[in-house]
C-alpha cells in the first residue's frame, strides 16, 4: 500500500483545512486508518482513526474540531480541520492497518499562524 498526503498548507488560527489521503496497491476498504500528526521537538501523536467499518475516533484534544472520513470508492480518507489553532502546527501523516501490516504516507505540513 502506498500512501500520499495532501491538502496542507499554512491557514491563520480559527481556519479550516481539509487534509486527504490517497492510497494505492491494495484493497482501501480492508484497512483502519488512521492520521497522526508531529510538531517540532515531539513525538508523533494519533489524531483520529476511522476504521473500516467507518467506526471513529478523536484525540481529545482535536474531538469537536476535527472530521475523519473515508470514500473508499476513492481510495481516500480525509480530515477535515476546523478552528485550527496554532498548536496543531505539525507534519500530518496518515496510515493503513490491516492486521499486523501498517503501511505510512510521507506527511503534509500543516502551519497556523496570522
Known amino acids: 500500500v502506498q500512501l500520499v498526503e495532501s491538502g496542507g498548507g499554512l491557514v491563520p488560527p480559527g481556519g479550516s483545512l481539509r487534509l486527504s489521503c490517497v492510497a494505492t496497491?491494495?484493497?482501501?476498504?480492508?484497512?483502519?486508518m488512521t492520521w497522526y500528526r508531529q510538531a517540532p521537538g515531539k513525538q508523533r501523536e494519533w489524531v483520529a482513526t476511522?476504521?473500516?467499518?467507518?467506526?471513529?475516533n478523536y484525540d481529545e484534544f482535536v474531538k469537536g474540531r476535527f472530521t475523519i472520513s473515508r470514500d473508499n470508492a476513492k481510495n481516500t480518507v480525509y480530515l477535515q480541520m476546523t478552528s485550527l489553532k496554532s498548536e496543531d502546527t505539525a507534519v500530518y501523516y496518515c496510515?493503513?492497518?490491516?492486521?499486523?501490516?501498517?503501511?505510512w504516507g510521507q506527511g503534509t505540513q500543516v502551519t497556523v499562524a496570522a
Open positions: 476511522i476504521t473500516r467499518n467507518e467506526e471513529t
Open positions: 496497491g491494495s484493497v482501501f476498504s480492508m484497512y483502519d
Open positions: 496510515k493503513a492497518r490491516f492486521a499486523v501490516s501498517e503501511y
